[in-house]
């Protein structure tokens, strides 16, 4: 139980387009969700919380019109990297949070590696 | 802002070996998760701690909570080439459930 899962799992798109990233929570509701990107051989850098009907929160340094997220239902986020550069290429990881789950603070997806040329 | 260092950063050892890793904080945790986490993939939870001073074992993993409950160790004993990973300790704090996640450590073994 408890399994999300992102959509794509590998994307690679021109410069200036604008790339979608879905997070889904399978098999329970969630009531919070969480995006996070990963350079590699680094750690996971939290870039946003994600609250069902109500604006994303996000963390220092992180801009709010490049990253637009989206939390429409207890069961999916989207991250929408806009206007994409070759910068913005990095491993991008969502999590999920239930309150009726209890134990485990996060449950992960698989990630999503975003290229950009 | 909680930081969560991760030592050592990297780590390449032969098989057969035992090591640790260490995450040190000088806040104080109510609880603090491990991952492990392969390339590709997300995080996998390995554990969680949440008394000052407790150990928790899984396999040939052991995993410390520091008395103070702000830093923890994980121990493998004979490591194996299937251990190979990134591993991250986590603590919960921030407000919202958030996750800080530790500096990582690489781990690699080798046959």
């Known amino acids: 139980g408890a399994v999300v899962s992102q959509h794509p799992s590998w994307v690679i798109c021109k410069s200036g387009t604008s790339v979608k990233i879905e997070c889904r929570s399978l098999?329970?509701?969630?009531?919070?969700m969480f995006w996070y990107r990963q350079f590699p051989k680094q750690s996971l850098m939290l870039m946003a919380t994600?609250?069902?009907?109500?604006?994303?929160?996000?963390e220092q340094g992180v801009e709010k019109d490049k990253f637009l997220i989206n939390h429409a239902s207890l069961t999916l986020s989207t991250l929408t990297v806009t206007s994409a550069h070759p910068e913005d290429s990095s491993f991008y990881i969502c999590?999920?949070?239930?309150?009726?789950?209890?134990?485990?603070?996060?449950?992960f997806g698989d990630g999503t590696r975003l290229s950009i040329l | 802002t909680q930081l969560l260092e991760q030592s050592p950063q990297f780590l390449s050892i032969q098989e057969g070996e035992n090591l640790t890793v260490y995450c040190n904080s000088s806040?104080?945790?109510?609880?603090l998760q491990w991952y492990r986490q392969e390339p590709g993939e997300g995080p996998v939870l390995l554990v969680t701690?949440?008394?000052?001073?407790e150990v928790k074992k899984l396999k040939r993993l052991t995993f410390q909570f520091g008395d103070a409950r702000k830093d923890s160790s994980l121990h493998i004993t004979a490591a194996q080439p299937g251990d190979t990973g990134l591993y991250l300790c986590?603590?919960?704090?921030?407000?919202?459930?958030?996750?800080?996640f530790g500096t990582g450590t690489q781990l690699k073994v080798e046959l």
């Open positions: 986590a603590a919960a704090g921030g407000g919202g459930n958030k996750l800080t």
């Open positions: 701690v949440v008394t000052g001073g």
């Open positions: 999590s999920a949070y239930s309150r009726v789950l209890g134990n485990q603070p996060q449950h």
């Open positions: 098999d329970f509701q969630a009531t919070t």
């Open positions: 994600s609250n069902e009907g109500s604006k994303a929160t996000y």
């Open positions: 806040s104080v945790f109510s609880s």
